[in-house]
């Protein structure tokens, strides 16, 4: 009965939770950013405590670099990538007609060799049509996430109580974990502790690890389809670096961006069609051998199918708040699911209740061979 009560108040507080934070979802944004922001950079606070430094310095000074470091990114970033992605939405239509084009050119021959023109449509589907329609509802999507985000607080409020929540959080980091800690059931609370652990190590191991694999690849992206002269070389290589945050999608939708725009603006120049063609061999090849394992290692335990459904899914709901809280709740429930997988494997419930061996009986005037 203990354990069915215990069962029951958690169920009870998670679904809370979950109502609140729905509820509440419109103005949850400078919040959310704030922890999320003192959560990333508390090992840094606590290296400069440990030179000398006091957690209120430390927090000050990190967070005054931080907000100086992000507006001069904006101030430099924005405007470019404002300009590139009008540009970029403007010729679209056309490198897709002209993939088309030479789609048709190049395999007409091997169509009519092969006497299946009856077998295809007279008018096919128009791929401009079908991109349009698949960036019309990401548009939408990215309204949705936006006006979720934003519908009560604004660019202001965001800009300014995130850095005085991250401030305060950072600065009372330390305290606030002891004293949720001291908090848990005693009688549980190594458990406890072993998968608040866990989950630290996965969220810590692929946020702090995947924005830095992002980071160095979506540099690389942009310098080198630069310098190979692709148009909108800078935008794909970004786009392709930050979207990198899903494993392989973002070299995925790189390559097929930069390779279609190479296509229209090289052909038939193979010779740079193979070199953008191996710039992201080159960099899935670096990512999945040196960055990743390096920098966030094989023990994070978060699938990359399991990690798209969680953004998407928690982006619908919760708007851009929610795809902020994708990949640490992603992360918690796959360490609490990992831990409830090996409780039940160890359980009788799985190994089923141990057989009795019983003797047979030993009738009257018989002798029992295994005495």
């Known amino acids: 009965m203990t354990v069915q009560r215990q069962i029951g108040f958690w169920i009870a507080a998670l679904v809370v939770a979950v109502l609140l934070l ?36 430390a927090s000050l000074l990190i967070l005054i670099l931080f907000v100086l ?53 007279a008018t096919p589907p128009s791929v401009g049509n079908l991109i349009s329609q698949g960036v019309a509802w990401i548009t ?59 989950i630290d190590r996965a969220i810590a191991g692929f946020v702090r690890g995947q924005a830095l694999v992002c980071l160095i690849l979506g540099t690389f992206y942009a310098v080198s389809l630069t310098i190979v002269g692709l148009n909108f070389g800078a935008l794909i290589g970004m786009t392709a670096g930050l979207l990198s945050f899903i494993p392989y999608v973002g070299s995925l939708t790189g390559l097929i961006l930069s390779v279609g725009v190479a296509i229209v603006q090289f052909w038939p120049d193979w010779t740079m069609i193979a070199a953008t063609l191996g710039i992201f061999i080159f960099g899935q090849f670096v990512e999945g051998n ?47 699911a990992r831990f409830a ?24 005037g018989k002798v029992d061979l295994d005495a």
């Open 341 to 364: 997988l090996r409780q039940y494997l160890a359980s009788p419930l799985y190994r089923g209740a141990e057989p009795m061996i019983l003797k047979p009986r030993i009738e009257p």
């Open 22 to 57: 729905f509820i509440l979802r419109g103005i949850l944004l400078p919040f959310v950013a704030g922890f999320a922001l003192a959560y990333l950079l508390d090992p840094l606070a606590d290296r400069l405590q440990k030179v000398g430094l006091g957690r209120l310095g």
């Open 140 to 198: 939408a999507f990215m309204q949705g996430l936006w006006s979720g985000g934003q519908a009560l607080i604004g660019i202001f409020s965001l800009l300014v109580v995130t850095p005085v929540v991250a401030f305060y959080m950072l600065v009372d980091w330390d305290r606030m974990v002891r004293t949720v800690d001291s908090w848990m059931p005693m009688r549980h609370r190594d458990t406890i502790r072993s998968i608040a652990g866990d």
């Open 69 to 121: 470091i992000f507006i001069t990114a904006l101030m430099i970033l924005v405007p470019f990538a404002a300009q590139q992605v009008g540009a970029f939405v403007e010729r679209l239509p056309g490198y897709v007609t002209r993939l088309q084009e030479l789609g048709a050119q190049q395999l007409g021959p091997l169509i009519h060799k092969l006497g299946i023109e009856d077998a295809l449509p």
């Open 290 to 336: 040196i960055l990743s394992p390096k920098l966030v290692g094989d023990s994070v335990g978060l699938h990359p199918v399991w990690l798209m459904f969680a953004l998407v899914a928690f982006g619908a709901l919760f708007g851009f708040v929610g795809l902020l809280l994708a990949v640490p709740l992603a992360a918690a429930m796959g360490v609490i």
